[in-house]
């Protein structure tokens, strides 16, 4: 009589309920709503990389190391010029003088010029030659600034640097990835386990419907709606579980979307996984100890930016050992009156200028000071070279000993699973011989549904763990 009681209460309580319990179901499992707007892991990794603000924070330093590349090419730019000045004191016209000059700097160091002067006045220096001269001249080092200087070194850094910027770009793309990719297999893996409870709930609602007509035909026992009732709800109280897991896998997804106005875009509920997921996420994937190890070590960005920074050091030791070297420059420039002309030039017998400069620091305490330290400096990035490299084999070789063991691990699960599905099945046939109870069907239930989770757990964890291989050694993004 009590389990009459029971469940008749429990057919009223359903009806009341009914309504608000299709509304839920419907709302949270949209899964089962024949046609879907699917996103796969290709569609949303373009759209994190045209879009998201890293990806255009890295295209920004790519374009300032541009600029500053440009700056340091105008070093090398021509330079025209022009100098005039006029004085005059008690009505008499001291000096009237106009000059206007090109100088035109070679990457050796060497340096063009050519101008005219005009002089007119009455009290010039005895140096000056009144009127119109020209002038074609060349300046040249002879020590100190032959084989490297200021100018030549800061074009040289900025090319360097330009190249570590996008190997920067490469660093911050690979982590992003990785951490997209991440997110992902975090919202298909929600998106399967959603899948899995969903058919057990489904399962659960069909064998307490079968009960129930058993129980007033006589061939079951009252309780027994209990125990199919018992298993419904838990499998209910899953399924919202499940759901709010898979709108807060949603959520964390959508932190990664972008669009062209720099805005925040969230991802649609009735938004689900594009199929066969796990086949294509791995498709691409170097697998391969050896190949990776030597990628790693020849182009990963981290060490191919140690690598720049050696190059950057070596140019600044070349120019301070040019501070060890005594300064010799020589200038020579050709004269002749009015417009510039070669013709008939005697070099070193008239109408010519020259100079030489001669400097040397007696004890070059500076100069032998800063090569020191330039030296030292680059000693100190060379060990840094040598410890990133370690750290990143050592990296790579980790994760793929864990990917190795999550192999293993997925087939033993496989394989554990599937012996559990059969259990349920036998479990249910003996059930329906009148061997079995509903206690021990939703036992085994339980422990399939367990074994099927820990599955999706398992390859999802492989997938994450194949991307954090490929960024270890540097070549989760190539491009």
Known sequence: MVFLLIIMRERRIKRKRMKNKVLLFLGICFVSLGQQKTLSSSEFWQIVQKYHPIVK????????????????????????????????????????????AISIPTWYGIELNAGVENIQG????????????????IQIPLAKNLVMDKRRAALQQAKIMQKMAIQDQRTELNNLLQNAIESYITWVRSYQVLQLVQANYLNATKRLDL??????????????????????????????????????ARMSLSAFLWNADNSPIELAEDVVPAANEEIRLLANADLNLTSLLDKALQNHPEINNYRNK????????????????????????????????????????????????????????????????????????????????????????????????????????????????????????????????LFLINSREMKSLEAAEKLADLKAYLQKTTFALQASAGVLYEN
């Open 57 to 100: 924070q890295t295209a920004i330093e790519i374009k300032k190391s541009n600029a500053q590349l440009l700056i340091s090419r105008g070093a090398f730019d021509p330079v025209l010029q022009h100098y005039s000045t006029q004085k005059t004191l008690d009505g008499k016209n001291y000096i009237d003088y106009h000059s206007p």
């Open 122 to 137: 009455n009290r010039l220096d005895p140096s000056q030659t009144q009127g119109q001269t020209s002038y074609l001249g």
């Open 211 to 248: 009960v129930r007509k058993s129980v007033e035909f006589g061939d079951r026992p009252a309780v027994d709606t209990l125990e199919a009732l018992t298993q419904k709800q838990t499998f209910e109280n899953m399924l919202t579980a499940k759901a709010m897991e898979f709108a807060n």
């Open 310 to 437: 050696l190059a950057v050091l070596g140019i600044e030791k070349q120019l301070k050992f040019q501070s060890l070297l005594p300064k010799l420059d020589l200038s020579y420039n050709h004269l002749s009156k009015g417009g510039p002309s070669l013709y008939g030039a005697s070099f070193l017998e008239n109408n010519y200028k020259y100079g030489i400069k001669f400097e040397l620091p007696l004890r070059l305490s500076e100069g032998r000071g800063a090569y020191q330290a330039a030296k030292l400096k680059l000693e100190t990035e060379q060990l840094n070279l040598n410890q990133k490299q370690v750290q990143v084999e050592i990296k790579v070789r980790n994760y793929f000993k864990q990917f190795e063991a999550l192999q293993k691990q997925i087939r033993t699960q496989e394989s554990a699973y599937t012996n559990y599905q059969s259990l349920v099945k036998a479990e249910e046939m003996r059930f329906e011989n009148g061997e079995s109870s």
